[in-house]
Structures are given as structure tokens and as C-alpha cells.
């Protein structure tokens, strides 16, 4: 696709329900990210995909969340027993590939809101 | 550990001035540095992206610079104008992941 593609925009639930947040990236791009946005903060980062394994998970907050990427292109982010805690806005993006030198495109994010 | 610290957290200046935005950062290996503008509920936009080899880097009324071994990089937005109006994001990369600051919130009034 021409950029980062995130679904949905908006997520609204209830505490110790399940969420999945979708991305798809730039086609063609072999890395993928996802970073956490919180009101007024920087992204931080979460987790980082080579292709379809996770290169860098030390990100990931607990073992409520977790991320896959199972062919290497689109990439799901599933937190478990949400908290009210885990408000946010969730970032994709990607890159043509890892290991340092390229330039980073995000998508529009998800924003979670647990009740 | 890498940290990333941006001055001023909040600038408003009237239309047509000149402004430079800090980002200052403490480890300085890193690849590169990319700046971003955010607007309000919206995604990150990249702006310019700097490798660790180079100075600076332009487009159209932006320029930002990069003193790696003094861990700072600059944007210059010249002839502000409303519509740049937003949040910049300057953000540095070490190994394989970007680590940002926590922005500048730009307004410019007419």
C-alpha cells in the first residue's frame, strides 16, 4: 500500500477484555515496529520485526502483550486482560529493512481507551 | 541507556518568524536522527532524515543539522506559518529501534 495502515482508529473496551490492533505496512518493507504513545509523551518503543520473527521484544511492558507476524508482512499486536493503564495510542510503522540506516514511516494509530 | 531531550516542551511565535527547535541526546553512536511533526490525534510524519555521516539535511523551508559528537541536532523553520502548527519529534537511533523525545509544541498565530 502507498503508507502504514492501522485498524481500527479508535478501540474502546472494558477492563480484562482482549484487544487486537492490526497493521499493515509499506509493501516491500521487511521491518516492522510497534511503539506506545501516551498523552503528552514521545512514542516508546515495544517491539521490532525482521521479517517474522521478533528481533527486539524488550520493549513489551508484560506478558499481557504480545505481537506477531506470522508471514512476515502484516503484524497484529495482542494485549490480554487489558488495564486501564494500557490507554494509548499504538504506533506502527516500517522501514525497507532493519539494522540502522533507514528512514521510518508510521501509520495514523490506533487509540486504545479501556474503560 | 540512550536518552532524548528536547527544548523548549512549548514555543508560540507569530507568523513569519524564524525559529530553531533543540533535541539534544546522551549516547552518540548512533545511525542517524529523524525529526517528525505530529499533529493533534494524528500519526508521526516524517520531516528529514539525518545519517550519523552527514550535517544537515533540507526541505523546502526546513533544515536540521547534527553535531553527533556533541549529542545535539537542530531544526530551522524559516518564514513560519500557521499551518506548521504541531508537535516536532526528534528521534535518534542507536541499534535497531528509534527512542524519541517528548516534543515541542509549536504554534504559530497569524
Known amino acids: 500500500g502507498a503508507g502504514v495502515s492501522q485498524t481500527p482508529s479508535n478501540k474502546v473496551t472494558e477492563k480484562g477484555k482482549y484487544v487486537e490492533l492490526r497493521c499493515d505496512p509499506i509493501?516491500?518493507?521487511?521491518?516492522l515496529y510497534w511503539y506506545r504513545q501516551s498523552l503528552g509523551q514521545g512514542p516508546e518503543f515495544l517491539i521490532y520485526?525482521?521479517?517474522?520473527?521478533?528481533?527486539?521484544d524488550s520493549g513489551l511492558p508484560n506478558d499481557r502483550f504480545f505481537a506477531v507476524r506470522p508471514e512476515g508482512s502484516v503484524s497484529t499486536l495482542k494485549i490480554q486482560r487489558t488495564e486501564r493503564g494500557d490507554s494509548a495510542v499504538y504506533l506502527c510503522?516500517?522501514?525497507?529493512?532493519?539494522?540502522?540506516?533507514?528512514?521510518?514511516?508510521f501509520g495514523e494509530g490506533s487509540r486504545l481507551t479501556v474503560l | 541507556k540512550q536518552e532524548v531531550t528536547q527544548i523548549p516542551a512549548a514555543l508560540s511565535v507569530p507568523e513569519g518568524e524564524n525559529l530553531v527547535l533543540n533535541c539534544s541526546f546522551t549516547d552518540s553512536a548512533i545511525y542517524n536522527l529523524q525529526w517528525f511533526r505530529q499533529d493533534p490525534g494524528k500519526g508521526l510524519t516524517s520531516l528529514l532524515l539525518i545519517q550519523s555521516s552527514q550535517r544537515e539535511q533540507t526541505s523546502g523551508r526546513l533544515n536540521a543539522s547534527l553535531d553527533k559528537s556533541s549529542g545535539r541536532s537542530t531544526l530551522y523553520i524559516a518564514a513560519s506559518q500557521p499551518g506548521d502548527s504541531a508537535t516536532y519529534l526528534c528521534?535518534?537511533?542507536?541499534?535497531?529501534?528509534?527512542?524519541f523525545g517528548t516534543g515541542t509544541r509549536l504554534q504559530v498565530f497569524p
Open positions: 510503522a516500517s522501514t525497507r529493512e532493519g539494522g540502522g540506516t533507514g528512514e521510518l514511516f
Open positions: 520485526f525482521q521479517g517474522t520473527g521478533a528481533a527486539d
Open positions: 528521534a535518534v537511533r542507536n541499534t535497531d529501534k528509534l527512542i
Open positions: 509493501s516491500g518493507h521487511t521491518a
